[in-house]
């Protein structure tokens, strides 16, 4: 899980919008549904075994809960850790709800401490994921975001590619938590640039860069797939980069759903769907402390960013000792 208060600490040490309007969402208990076992298949990434070997997806041998992804059968066919950023994440096929879903690891310092230099890598750089459609800024994307997407995109593509291929009703979506949202969100529109459908969904997502790459995934969705961009309560971490810090803005893509509760079960009623453009207060961004981002580690925003519809793993990303006949049968590449 991302450590929020290492990344705060980092940015301090490193140094207008028209808001839109609020509204209910008119989401229906099915959808509520397929948030939640999206947000199971982002937090199954945190599992070991789950991004380290091949075969049936589970959680709940590592102290995880993903319920509605063991109970679907979904099956890792490409476990991987990639590239000097050492990426972790996996690509898994669905039969029962025809899915290809390509999922990536959240922040670990412990079990993978390199994490913490992607996080904290914030300078924005210019990148192609744009196209023709960088006339703001050239695309500037955060840094380490960049890099480690990059890194996993040289096994993500090839094997979603392989798996729409052998699979050509099934539908491609690409999930993760908190820095795996981040760069989920990247592969996400690198698979649509090459021709492929595909829908987004990520919990307690950090901002990737600054106009262009925002308002180009933005524009993306409907016809290159959906973009749904998950939030909770007072969570900090999509809140940093802060959207004034350095020499250019950070900004989101939209729409948010904002989970406007802050423990407890979730419902419809509770969540709230944001359409802006760039930035808005409207939704998480507006329950920023009066004490600014320090304050916000010290008000909840630590908890809520681990709480996405239950907590989003207790699973362990630490090898299990003694190595167990499952976890030494199959192994990342």
């Known amino acids: 899980m991302w450590t929020s208060l290492a990344y705060a600490a980092a940015l301090l040490a490193a140094g207008s919008h028209a808001a839109p309007l609020e509204q209910r969402t008119t989401m229906t208990s099915s959808q509520l549904s397929t948030f939640t076992m999206f947000s199971q298949y982002a937090g199954a990434a945190y599992c070991y075994d789950n991004v380290h070997k091949n075969g049936k997806m589970n959680c709940s041998s590592e102290g995880g809960s993903c319920p509605l992804v063991e109970s679907a059968g979904a099956t890792v066919i ?9 990426t972790l994440g996996y690509v898994a096929t669905d039969s029962k709800n025809k899915l290809i879903v390509v999922a990536i690891q959240g ?25 023709s459609a960088n006339s703001h800024d050239g695309c500037l994307v955060h840094k380490g975001f960049y890099g480690s997407m990059k890194d996993a995109a040289t096994v993500v593509v090839p094997t979603v590619q392989a798996a729409a291929k052998e699979n050509p009703s099934y539908r491609v979506v690409v999930t993760g938590h908190s820095l795996g949202g981040a760069v989920s969100a990247l592969l996400g529109t690198t698979l649509r640039n090459l021709g492929m459908t595909v829908d987004m969904y990520t919990f307690g997502q950090p901002k990737l860069g600054n106009a262009d790459i925002s308002n180009y995934i933005q524009s993306q969705s409907p016809s290159k797939g959906n973009n749904y961009r998950v939030t909770h309560f007072n ?10 810090w350095g020499n250019n803005a950070w900004d989101h893509y939209y729409p948010e759903f904002w989970i406007n509760k802050d423990q407890g079960t979730v419902s419809t009623s509770d969540m709230k769907v944001v359409d802006a453009t ?4 409207a939704g998480n961004e507006g329950t920023n402390s009066a004490f600014s981002l320090v304050g916000e580690l010290f008000e909840g925003g630590v908890a809520a960013h681990g709480l996405y ?9 630490k090898a299990p000792f003694p190595p167990s006949a499952a976890s030494s049968s199959g192994k990342a590449s």
């Open 235 to 244: 969570d900090v971490v999509p809140q940093l980069p802060e959207h004034t």
């Open 107 to 131: 922040t670990q310092i412990w079990s993978n401490p390199i994490d913490i230099i992607t996080d904290a890598d914030l300078l924005q750089v210019k990148s192609d994921l744009c196209g």
């Open 78 to 86: 490409h476990a991987f850790q990639a590239g000097s950023s050492k």
């Open 278 to 281: 760039l930035f808005s207060k």
């Open 309 to 317: 519809f239950g907590k989003i793993s207790g699973c362990s990303s």
